[in-house]
């Protein structure tokens, strides 16, 4: 028979439970959908040339097929590293997963993932775990599932180029017989074609403020510059969706994205955390993501 | 819980919800201060559920005079606004953090249900006391417009004790058909 006590005391438990799965779910409990086999996380001094013969300093790195060159720039009251990176062949541009796994909650802090794959250069990913959308990395598809059509994504092609499609107007798969190797669903665009494609009042869910920021962005043919800027502190105050965009524009970039900003940005090279990555502003730690882009 | 439906005030549901509604109003306000300015519609709104769903609905019940529900249709009313409340905060703190769930729109399809459930209960309720003549049932004040307060039918004698036992099985038969032995 219903009675009040028995019913509350019910559906009170199972609603207790129920959320405390849901929070589980999504934040904690890690969900290993599909695992990098070695042969994808091949060695990659096999596509980056002779790094023996690695000329290094403390803001540049140069060898055989690639160069590194990092810069700081201070704009808007904001500390921003930029890596100039020009390479030989756009196979040394690369992404990893945490753990080389895809999934959800599996996590790893940037200079970790870095050091795995012996990367010179790294930045985060776009935390494609967090997000649904469509997911490529290296040459593999791994989501093509896609709920907004309005959702920018990056493409980088096999030959090195970059492009910001919206997922309503392509399929992953169509992507990759483009020959999309890989395909990043953050956003948004912020430089397409040259110019500046995001509004002054445009922001990524709904943050309104200046927040510490992680960047790519395509200047021609092999040419790159990675971008991470601090923010949340006294010394470094972020950088606005719009600032950001303008200053890829004053680089020179014809294509340029924004990923996973605040406490994921973390810039990783030659064995070192370049900028002050934090969460809160009052700690500078680096927070734990799930996938990075990396130069080996 | 929040609801006692044989009370004969309504001062206690009301400081109920109001208190579950502040309590939201709190938690978004300060989640969102914590948020390095990135907000939500579901969590900024938070507070509106227990306050529109809740506190509004005794409060036009009290204005209006009207009895409040039996105790079948209040509790699952009840719920249903809390599962609403629960579902919108989860749904902020994802959006929030720039994820979704699927399993949130759960709360949102349980919390119809139960609502669906109170109409339906209260729709039944309000059926069967038009539907039996004679009887009154004792939900809760009898109120006059003149007097506004709660007056009680004269000439009745105190209702023994046992007949405590009926009223909190929330079985509403009026003193007097018990009297008369219509039981």
Redesign the interface.
């Known amino acids: 028979m ?1 009675t ?1 006590k028995r ?2 005391l019910f ?2 438990v199972f ?1 207790l439970l ?2 405390a ?3 589980l ?3 904690v409990i890690p969900q290993s959908y599909q695992t990098v086999s070695a042969a994808e996380t091949s060695d990659s001094s096999e596509s980056s040339g002779n790094t023996a013969n690695a000329y290094i300093t403390e803001n540049s790195y140069t060898s055989d097929g690639m160069t590194v060159t990092i810069r700081t720039y201070t704009e808007n009251d904001t500390q921003i590293y930029v890596a100039d990176v020009l390479l030989d062949s756009p196979d040394s541009l690369k992404t990893a997963f945490a753990e080389d796994t895809y999934g959800k909650n599996i996590t790893e802090v940037t200079s970790e993932i870095a050091e795995n794959h012996d990367a010179v250069l790294a930045i985060n990913g776009d ?1 494609y775990s ?3 959308g469509y997911v490529i990395r290296n040459g593999i598809l791994y989501s093509s599932d896609s ?1 907004d059509g309005d959702q920018e994504d990056l493409v980088i092609y096999e030959d090195g180029s970059m492009e910001v499609i919206r997922e309503g107007d392509t399929t992953a798969q169509e992507l990759l017989d483009q020959g999309a190797v890989q395909v990043f669903c953050f956003g948004p665009g912020l430089i397409e074609n040259g110019s500046v494609s995001v509004s002054e009042d445009e922001e ?6 200046s ?1 510490p920021r992680t960047a790519i962005g395509w200047i021609s043919d092999t040419h790159y510059v990675f971008v991470v800027s601090d923010g ?1 502190t006294s010394e470094s105050e972020g950088l606005t969706l719009y600032e950001l965009a303008e200053f890829m524009e004053s680089l020179g970039c014809e294509t340029a994205y924004n990923l996973d900003g ?1 406490g994921s940005s973390t810039m990783y090279f030659n064995g070192e955390v370049v900028n002050c990555p934090t969460t809160n502003g009052h700690s500078i730690r680096e927070r734990s993501v799930s996938d990075i882009v990396y130069i080996a | 819980m929040f609801i006692s439906p044989d009370e004969t005030s309504y001062r206690k549901p009301l400081i109920s919800w109001m208190a579950l509604t502040v309590f939201a109003a709190v938690f978004s306000f300060v989640y969102e201060l914590m948020s390095h300015h990135v907000y939500s519609p579901f969590m900024v709104g938070l507070c509106l559920i227990p306050l529109a769903g809740g506190f509004l609905s005794v409060l036009v019940h009290r204005i209006r005079r009207i009895p409040l529900p039996d105790v079948r249709t209040q509790t699952l009313h009840c719920w249903s606004i809390l599962t609403f409340t629960i579902g919108s905060m989860l749904t902020g703190v994802f959006d929030i953090y720039g994820t979704t769930s699927a399993f949130t729109k759960y709360y949102w399809i349980l919390g119809m249900i139960l609502l669906i459930g109170a109409v339906i209960s209260y729709g039944i309720h309000y059926l069967k006391k038009i539907n039996t003549p004679g009887k009154r049932y004792l939900n809760g004040p009898v109120m006059t417009r003149r007097a506004g307060k709660t007056e009680h039918p004269a000439a009745l004698p105190e209702m023994p004790a046992y007949c405590s036992r009926i009223r909190e099985a929330g079985r509403m038969e009026s003193w007097s058909s018990i009297q008369h032995g219509s039981n």
């Open positions: 219903f009040k019913f509350s559906y009170g609603l129920f959320t799965f849901v929070l779910q999504a934040f935390y967090a997000r649904n709920t990524v869910g709904h943050a309104m403020s927040n949340r605040g």
